[in-house]
């Protein structure tokens, strides 16, 4: 953790009349939970600021909160502090540039640094433990409601894999006591995180009937429009299940390839041995040393990529 540019963020947020938390493209739990848990805590210290958290509103998640519409001159003199997002073309609302002041504070392995002030922290498991290292250091000043701590909870949980991925230590559990403390309750978190339709039910069947394997170890499947159309399921809900391929003793890498709209090709890449965030820069893509997604555009370059991650757990089994 590093105090000093944390007071510097702090000093910034104190400072600013208006604030401005933006997410990522397509964001998921630990990206919504910072900007949310953010948001509540500098309204819930100082109700007389404006604050906002601008993105995209994602159905499993709607249980956090709706995010802000603003027009474009509420940028106007604002600081704007972007969460849980590596590079600049992955923030969703690209109007993030005409604030006063850009903060980013993220734990991805850096991509681009492009803030004003720079908090990278890749040691911690998720984004929203950073907000809460922020809280923690100035408990004494900041306040947080049971909204936020809703928020950091979810987006803790979801990043971690409950608690299960490397990175979670001694501070997570630290940090989660705290959010106890500010009326965190988890009923509201665990049933609308647990919960699955018939649809998404069937079309897991079809997945995990549908899985291949290349000859050194990637477990891998090719999601096409055609198929979760059939099943009625959206692309996210089908990609949600990238972690099912995760069971094989056989494979330490598995990847979730998905065509979205206009024949775009993207990758969800997993590991549980070698380092796959380098394999990541490659196609367009990044993360962490474990987990990593990727732009291919083309199945053409979703082969070469499989092949290169074949490589990978090739040379991994043969060094163990
Ligand atoms: P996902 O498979 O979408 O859950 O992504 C796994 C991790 O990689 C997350 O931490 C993402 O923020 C990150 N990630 C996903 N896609 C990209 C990308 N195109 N460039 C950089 N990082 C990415």
């Not at 391929?245 to 330490?252: E, Q, R, V």
Request: proline residues 2%.
């Amino acid at each position: 953790m590093d105090k000093e540019k944390l007071l510097q963020i702090y000093e910034k947020i104190e400072e600013y009349q208006k604030i401005i938390i933006s997410v990522h493209k397509r964001p998921d739990g630990d990206c919504l939970g910072s900007a949310f848990g953010l948001k509540d805590i500098i309204k819930t210290t100082w109700p007389e600021k404006e604050v906002y958290a601008v993105g995209e509103n994602v159905g499993y998640l709607s249980f956090l909160g709706p995010v802000d519409e603003i027009k474009d001159n509420v940028f106007k003199g604002a600081l704007v502090i972007s969460v849980d997002t590596a590079s600049e073309d992955r923030i969703w609302d690209q109007r993030y540039s005409t604030g006063d002041m850009l903060i980013k504070i993220d734990h991805h392995i850096p991509v681009h640094n492009f803030g004003d002030i720079d908090y990278v922290d890749t040691g911690r498991p998720s984004c929203t433990l950073i907000i809460m290292d922020l809280f923690n250091l100035f408990n004494d000043k900041l306040k947080m409601s049971d909204i936020g701590a809703k928020a950091l909870y979810t987006g803790t949980l979801t990043d971690t894999g409950r608690f299960k991925y490397t990175g979670v230590d001694g501070d997570t559990f630290r940090s989660v006591a705290t959010l106890y403390d500010n009326g965190l309750s988890t009923k509201e978190v665990y049933s609308n995180l647990d919960v699955r339709t018939d649809q998404l039910t069937k079309y897991k069947g079809y997945f995990l009937q549908h899985y291949k394997k290349t000859e050194n170890g990637v477990a891998y499947i090719n999601i096409l429009p055609r198929h979760v159309k059939k099943f009625k399921v959206s692309l996210g809900e089908a990609s949600s299940l990238v972690n099912e391929l995760g069971y094989f003793d056989d494979c330490p890498i598995w990847i979730l390839f998905a065509e979205y709209e206009g024949k775009i090709v993207r990758a969800r890449m997993r590991s549980k041995g070698p380092a796959i965030d380098k394999l990541a820069n490659k196609y367009d893509g990044g993360g962490h040393r474990l987990a990593c997604g990727a732009n291919l555009g083309t199945w053409k370059r979703a082969k070469l990529l499989l092949k290169e991650a074949d490589l990978l757990a090739k040379q991994y089994k043969e060094e163990l």
